[in-house]
């Protein structure tokens, strides 16, 4: 699992260069698609590592929001810097865990806890600026983020997708 969690954080890591990098340059299409990518790959890296998303928005932080629009407008009061520096802060506390592991260091925190907790609050993040965005449909967004990336599968048309729903037998794959 370790090389998984250190694949999705490389993911995050672009994510969040983007991000830096779009805000800079005014590109607003390219912030929202970095922050709808850095949404589905915590919520994917939550999911690896067994912990669920929403559990954790309705359990421990009490939310009851109806779609990812009513999340993200719950998190919607400003941070404490702007979303692509939060999000950069988040991935390098992401690196630092991993990073200590990998050099067997004695590392003072859980890496296991520092790594979900960054990740529940890179998808609050996101979900918050999006909504500060007015990204009115986060849900389709994702919807199509992820159709497109099962599109690039060569068993696609076999094994189904996100949007249409999935073939478990994978008619004619041999």
């Known amino acids: 699992m370790g090389s998984t969690i250190k694949h999705m954080i490389l993911h995050i890591a672009k994510y969040s260069s983007k991000i830096v990098v779009s805000n800079a340059e005014g590109d607003v299409t390219g912030v929202t698609r970095s922050l709808v990518d850095s949404f589905i790959i915590s919520v994917a890296s939550l999911n690896i590592l067994n912990t669920s998303l929403s559990t954790y928005i309705i ?4 939310l009851d929001a109806k779609d990812l629009n009513g999340v993200g407008a719950a ?3 400003p941070i404490a810097h702007s979303a692509p520096i939060a999000i950069a802060k988040e991935t390098a506390a992401l690196c630092k865990a991993i990073e200590s592991t990998d050099h067997f260091e004695i590392y003072t ?3 296991r806890e520092v790594i979900l907790s960054a990740y529940k609050n890179i998808a609050q993040i996101a979900l918050a600026e999006l909504t500060n ?3 009115l449909d986060i849900e389709s967004e ?3 983020r992820l159709y497109n990336v099962e599109q690039k599968n060569i ?3 076999f094994l189904g997708n996100y949007r249409d729903g999935y073939n478990c ?3 004619g794959i041999n």
Do not use: P, R, T, V
């Open 59 to 62: 359990d421990e932080l009490g």
């Open 75 to 77: 998190f919607k009061e």
């Open 109 to 111: 925190k859980n890496s």
């Open 133 to 135: 965005l007015d990204f």
């Open 142 to 144: 994702i919807e199509d």
């Open 155 to 157: 068993h696609f048309q």
């Open 169 to 171: 037998f994978g008619a």
